[in-house]
């Protein structure tokens, strides 16, 4: 079925470990779209206008849709949404540690939609081919809204740049802020054993993992290509905004027709997924505080379908 294109869809026999895989990746998804809405959405009250606050208003509000859609793809694997959410709030299951840096200023909203955004569409892209059915059709949906923060974002940034220096000094700071979580964070460990790997006797935390994620389908690329694909787009489109990518090592390379890019530090990498960091616990404790505030909303859906369904 595979060789052949199809897709595979929730009635169709999966062997155990595609299942298992398809459903951590797609929790781990799900799971970083609705906690992705914290570090922008803590701006939504100190945005400078109207306008600004309108559409960072509905960018935080697609990435709960985005959430939502991951979980109706998950919830076809067999699994309650609940015991995914529960699974999230008490650290069973990951999202992208990206999201446990902070926003310090209003340019952190630009530089999140520009590089996060941006290296979530040409990481998830791909996936409107992945080869189970209903994630594919949910990527479909997100990666077109992704595409839209992106530019939004962009656009934000081009204001501060055509803004004062201050307002410049903020958009050039948050760049180098938000520039490695993505490079490092968005697009997951490397390809290949690092150094660091090899002298403490591991082979590279991503290497077997992707590896078999593409055998069946469900990655298309491994990490490492995505990642160099990231910084072709990033790099042009930082030079039209007038900023400077935090990398000395980038520079154009003739012979492989792509930017290098220098070393990525792998042993900080790890070291960031950690999730008793301060911020990784706010992060989680105040998802799971919205979840209690929300209760009565569920309690109000249950009770309504109940007596639509009696009627
Ligand atoms: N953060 O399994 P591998 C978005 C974990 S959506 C935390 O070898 P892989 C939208 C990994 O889970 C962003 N944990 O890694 C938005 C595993 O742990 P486990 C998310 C990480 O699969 C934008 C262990 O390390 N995108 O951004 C991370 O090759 C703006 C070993 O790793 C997707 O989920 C990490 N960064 O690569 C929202 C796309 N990296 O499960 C708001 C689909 C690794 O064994 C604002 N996912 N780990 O306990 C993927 O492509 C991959 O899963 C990666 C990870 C790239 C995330």
Same mark, same amino acid.
């Given at each position: 079925?595979?060789?052949?294109?199809?897709?595979?869809?929730?009635?169709?026999?999966?062997?155990?470990?595609?299942?298992?895989?398809?459903?951590?990746?797609?929790?781990?998804?799900?799971?970083?779209?609705?906690?992705?809405?914290?570090?922008?959405?803590?701006?939504?009250?100190?945005?400078?206008?109207?306008?600004?606050?309108?559409?960072?208003?509905?960018?935080?509000?697609?990435?709960?849709?985005?959430?939502?859609?991951?979980?109706?793809?998950?919830?076809?694997?067999?699994?309650?949404?609940?015991?995914?959410?529960?699974?999230?709030?008490?650290?069973?299951?990951?999202?992208?540690?990206?999201?446990?840096?902070?926003?310090?200023?209003?340019?952190?909203?630009?530089?999140?939609?520009?590089?996060?955004?941006?290296?979530?569409?040409?990481?998830?892209?791909?996936?409107?081919?992945?080869?189970?059915?209903?994630?594919?059709?949910?990527?479909?949906?997100?990666?077109?809204?992704?595409?839209?923060?992106?530019?939004?974002?962009?656009?934000?940034?081009?204001?501060? @740049?055509?803004?004062?220096?201050?307002?410049?000094?903020?958009?050039?700071?948050?760049?180098?802020?938000?520039?490695?979580?993505?490079?490092?964070?968005?697009?997951?460990?490397?390809?290949?054993?690092?150094?660091?790997?090899?002298?403490?006797?591991?082979?590279?935390?991503?290497?077997?993992?992707?590896?078999?994620?593409?055998?069946?389908?469900?990655?298309?690329?491994?990490?490492?290509?995505?990642?160099q694909r990231?910084v072709d787009? @990033?790099?042009?489109?930082?030079?039209?905004?007038?900023?400077?990518?935090?990398?000395?090592?980038?520079r154009w390379n003739e012979e492989r027709g792509h930017y290098d890019?220098?070393?990525?530090?792998?042993?900080?990498?790890?070291?960031?997924?950690?999730?008793?960091?301060?911020?990784?616990?706010?992060?989680?404790?105040?998802?799971?505080?919205?979840?209690?505030?929300?209760?009565?909303?569920?309690?109000?859906?249950?009770?309504?379908?109940?007596?639509?369904?009696?009627?």
């Open positions: 079925m595979l060789a052949r294109g199809e897709s595979v869809e929730p009635r169709d026999w999966m062997p155990d470990g595609y299942r298992r895989m398809l459903l951590r990746q797609i929790a781990q998804h799900a799971h970083s779209e609705i906690i992705g809405m914290q570090p922008e959405g803590s701006w939504l009250t100190r945005a400078p206008s109207l306008y600004r606050k309108c559409v960072l208003l509905a960018k935080v509000q697609d990435e709960a849709g985005h959430g939502l859609y991951l979980y109706a793809a998950a919830e076809t694997l067999g699994v309650d949404r609940a015991e995914l959410l529960d699974a999230l709030h008490r650290g069973r299951q990951r999202y992208a540690a990206t999201f446990n840096h902070p926003a310090l200023t209003w340019a952190d909203t630009g530089a999140i939609a520009w590089l996060t955004d941006g290296a979530a569409v040409i990481n998830q892209a791909p996936l409107c081919r992945t080869s189970y059915g209903p994630y594919a059709r949910a990527m479909r949906r997100v990666c077109q809204e992704e595409a839209f923060h992106v530019r939004q974002g962009y656009d934000l940034l081009r204001a501060l @740049c055509a803004g004062t220096s201050a307002q410049r000094a903020m958009a050039q700071d948050a760049v180098d802020r938000w520039w490695l979580p993505a490079v490092a964070l968005m697009f997951g460990p490397p390809d290949t054993a690092t150094p660091d790997d090899a002298g403490a006797g591991r082979t590279a935390v991503g290497t077997a993992v992707s590896r078999q994620a593409i055998a069946w389908g469900i990655k298309r690329h491994t990490n490492d290509e995505l990642r990231f787009h @990033c790099v042009p489109q930082a030079e039209r905004l007038g900023l400077t990518l935090p990398d000395p090592g980038i890019f220098g070393p990525i530090d792998w042993a900080a990498y790890r070291d960031s997924l950690r999730d008793d960091t301060p911020l990784a616990r706010q992060r989680v404790a105040h998802r799971v505080g919205a979840h209690e505030d929300g209760a009565w909303v569920r309690e109000a859906a249950v009770a309504y379908a109940a007596r639509e369904e009696a009627r």
